[in-house]
C-alpha cells in the first residue's frame, strides 16, 4: 500500500523545486516504464491504477504498488494518463560521447528538448550540451516526449562558452553557409538555439564557428528547433 505522506511527495514531483529535493522524477506510460524496468536507471517504485491491464516486464527488486483511479491520476501529469507510472531517481549517464554532439543554447520548450533528445538518438548521437536557460531533462513534458530515448542520451547543463571551447561547432544561423553543400563532415557539435531569438550573440562571439544554414521560403519566419535540429542531423549524418 503507498502511503498518504508518499502519495503527496509524488504529486509534488510535478515541480522542478520538488523534484531537485527528492532527487525524482516521473516516468508515464507502458513503453516507457518497460524501457526503464529494462535498463540500468535506478527506480524508486512503479506505480499502477487498479485497473491498469498492460503486461509490465517487473522486477523483484523494484516495488510496485497499486492505487485507486482517483490517486493515480492526482500523482500523472497527464490528461489521460495510461494507468501506470515509474518514480525514477536522478542519474547522470557516463557515456563515451559520438563523434557528433549537440548543443543547445536556450531551448525553453519541454517538448522540443523531448523531441530533440528522440532525434539525437535516432541518428546515434549520446552528448547534447545543453545552456544553463535550458529546460530541465527532468520536466514531465520532456521525458514524455522523448519517448524513452532520455535512458541512451546525456545531457551536460553548464557554460557553453567553456563545453565547446576546444570542438569543431557548426552553428545555425539566418546567414550561414548553405547546408546542402557542405563537404562530408565526420565529426563536431550541431549549435541549435532558442525558438525565438536563435542563438545568442554573447555566445556566437565567443565561439569559433562554422555558420551554417538551412535555406527555405523567406516568407517563412524560423523552423521549429526540433525540426531544424533533424533536418541538420540528416546533412550532417545521413
Known sequence: MLSKVKIKQYQQLQSKKFRQKYGLFIVEGLKSVNELIQSKWPIESIICSNDFEGDIKSSDSIDLFLVKPKEFESISQQKNPQGILAIAQFHKLN???TSWQIALDGINNP???????????????NTIYCSQNTVDLYNPKVI?????????????????????????????????????????????????????????????????????????????????????TAICCERLLG
Open 95 to 97: 557515456l563515451i560521447e
Open 111 to 125: 517538448g522540443n528538448l523531448g523531441t530533440i533528445i528522440r532525434i539525437a538518438d535516432w541518428y546515434g548521437i
Open 144 to 228: 514524455q516526449s522523448s519517448m524513452g530515448s532520455f535512458l541512451r542520451v546525456q545531457l551536460k547543463h553548464g557554460d557553453l562558452t567553456e563545453s565547446l571551447k576546444h570542438k569543431d561547432v557548426y552553428a545555425t544561423l539566418l546567414n550561414g553557409e548553405n547546408i546542402r553543400k557542405l563537404p562530408t563532415i565526420n565529426k563536431g557539435v550541431l549549435l541549435i538555439g532558442n525558438e525565438a531569438n536563435g542563438i545568442s550573440k554573447s555566445l556566437i562571439d565567443k565561439l569559433d564557428h562554422t555558420p551554417i544554414t538551412i535555406p527555405g521560403n523567406i516568407q517563412t519566419e524560423s523552423l521549429n528547433a526540433a525540426m531544424a
